[in-house]
């Protein structure tokens, strides 16, 4: 359904200037901006306590060129909100989120930068080659920007949703889950703030938003605890001051230089830059589905190219990680955002990081507070799949997550083993597998989780949909992108797993075969409530 239909529009509204603050952005500006502080928070940690970066280059060159593209990004995506209301003439036209990508976030800090770091005992060398990382990727994203809306009209919502939801249970909500539960007396209360308001529609007192009373409310408790001794959340007055050597005045310089000799390592960061170029292209569609699927209709082209422009922009004045479009957008949507929270948010990082702010934040601020708001968002993502798709399409939903379960459970795997000095490898897999681990089924069906769980979704929905030409075409391409590592791989090339790539192939036939002399029902039903009867 798209926006127009979902919300008539007003000839009498078209054309008028749409307002671009509304007390719902309030709501989204407190929920998105700690959305972002969190990520911040959490990329400057990598950069000082993992790479080890210093402290010159995380303030003075990264920091800096990472506020100004999210700031670059947040408004344009204000922009073209602000295009859609004042053409619809409709008043609850909400903005894309968007920020840096935090799967990337994570994978060119330990794929790339950390393991170049190492080997040449040069942190900076690391970050050079994160530039060029970047660098290729952005150039994907603009180029990919032109073939993504053929992407999203051939594949069913269902599929795009679902990969999504996978994408929001596993490396969205389940993380924040945990943190609530391992400090309970932090993250239930904020959690209960949060869900009474956002999805129970409490109003609290003089409209303040729950956001920002859920982040006092885990102050205040975090910081009285230390007057018992309990310390919940970790905060220290030491740390506060600490965090005031970080003060200063920096702005974003070019980095050409930098750019130019992150090129030696071309070879290692192609291996990953393709394939998360693509994983970018399909995440962005996707997202830009779920705006849809919430009343927002927004221009896949012109999302995927911006994302790719303003990541250029980033990685040639220093920024190592790129833009993308959030999922979200109806969360923010649902709080009463519309236009001038997106605007704000790129404001409010630029302070943030041209100002050195960040380390004093982190060190005021409980992680544990924020943690419910990103649960609530992933909530949300994960229920969308199956509120803005046909009841029948829930089983293709649910397969279309579950290889993002796969990904995530052999992360924490490999993060543990890592952290003994050992690996699946070193264990054993068939020792693993007796103890119930199937680490190697992990492993494949988690390779490419978000293209896996593109080409199952669809596949799943072309079959009950009885369209089984569709859906061998589907399981085509999966043969295809598995065959080059796109999927079901760790890396690029030729042959990476050919089973896998075989069993699509055979797929597609036998879809193919039953499309022209299987004899098929009338029209599809839906999944059944009741048992079968027994025989």
Not at 470 to 487: I, P, Q, R
């Amino acid at each position: 359904m798209s926006a127009t239909e979902m919300t008539p529009i007003s000839p009498a509204r078209m054309g008028t200037r749409p307002t671009l603050w509304t007390p719902g952005d309030w709501n989204a500006l407190f929920g998105f901006g700690t959305n972002i502080l969190v990520n911040m928070l959490v990329l400057t940690g990598l950069l000082q306590f993992v790479l080890k970066m210093p402290p010159e280059i995380v303030f003075g060159r990264i920091l800096p060129a990472v506020g100004l593209m999210m700031f670059l990004s947040t408004a344009y995506y204000a922009f073209l909100g602000y295009q859609l209301a004042k053409k619809t003439g409709r008043d609850d036209v909400c903005a894309l989120p968007s920020g840096i990508s935090v799967p990337h976030m994570f994978v060119v800090t330990f794929v790339i930068m950390l393991p170049i770091g190492a080997a040449t005992g040069d942190p900076v060398q690391g970050w050079e080659a994160g530039l060029v990382w970047v660098f290729f990727q952005s150039f994907i994203l603009m180029i990919g920007g032109f073939v993504a809306p053929w992407i999203r009209k051939i594949t069913p919502r269902a599929a795009l949703l679902g990969t999504l939801a996978g994408v929001s249970i596993a490396f969205i909500s389940m993380r924040p889950a945990f943190e609530i539960f391992s400090t309970p007396v932090i993250g239930l209360v904020c959690f209960a703030i949060i869900m009474v308001s956002w999805f129970g529609g409490v109003k609290y007192p003089k409209g303040i938003p729950a956001g920002l009373i859920a982040i006092a409310v885990g102050m205040i408790i975090a910081w009285g605890s230390n007057l018992f001794g309990l310390n919940y959340g970790g905060m220290s007055v030491d740390k506060v001051g600490d965090a005031f050597a970080t003060f200063g005045f920096s702005v974003p310089l070019p980095a050409f230089d930098h750019v130019f000799h992150g090129f030696n390592y071309l070879g290692v960061i192609l291996v990953t830059a393709i394939p998360f170029g693509i994983y970018d292209l399909v995440e962005a569609m996707d997202n830009v589905e779920s705006a849809e699927a919430a009343g927002d209709h927004y221009p896949t082209t012109r999302v995927l190219t911006a994302d790719g422009v303003v990541s250029l922009i980033g990685c040639l004045m220093g920024n190592p990680f790129i833009n993308a479009v959030y999922i979200g957008h109806p969360g923010w949507k649902s709080m009463g955002g519309r236009i001038g929270y997106s605007a704000a948010t790129g404001v409010m990082v630029i302070v943030l990081s041209w100002f050195g702010i960040i380390a004093l934040l982190l060190a005021l601020i409980p992680v544990v507070a924020i943690s419910p708001i990103l649960l609530y968002i992933g909530m949300l993502i994960g229920a969308q799949a199956f509120q803005t798709t046909p009841a029948k399409h829930a089983p293709a939903v649910v397969l279309a997550l579950t290889p993002h379960l796969a990904a995530w459970a052999k992360l924490l795997i490999d993060n543990s083993l890592g952290l003994a000095g050992t690996s699946a490898a070193a264990i054993g897999i068939e020792k693993m597998g007796q103890v119930g681990v199937l680490y190697h089924g992990l492993e494949v069906m988690g390779g490419g989780a978000i293209l896996v769980g593109l080409v199952l979704g669809a596949i799943g929905v072309f079959v009950v949909e009885r369209q089984l030409v569709n859906a061998a075409a589907f399981a085509l391409a999966g043969a295809v992108l598995t065959f080059f590592g796109f999927m079901h791989g760790e890396s690029v090339g030729f042959a990476v797993t050919p089973a896998v790539a075989f069993a699509y192939l055979l797929v597609a036939g036998f879809l193919f075969a039953c499309a022209k002399y299987a004899a098929l029902e009338e029209s599809p039903s839906a999944v059944h409530a009741e048992p079968a009867p027994a025989e």
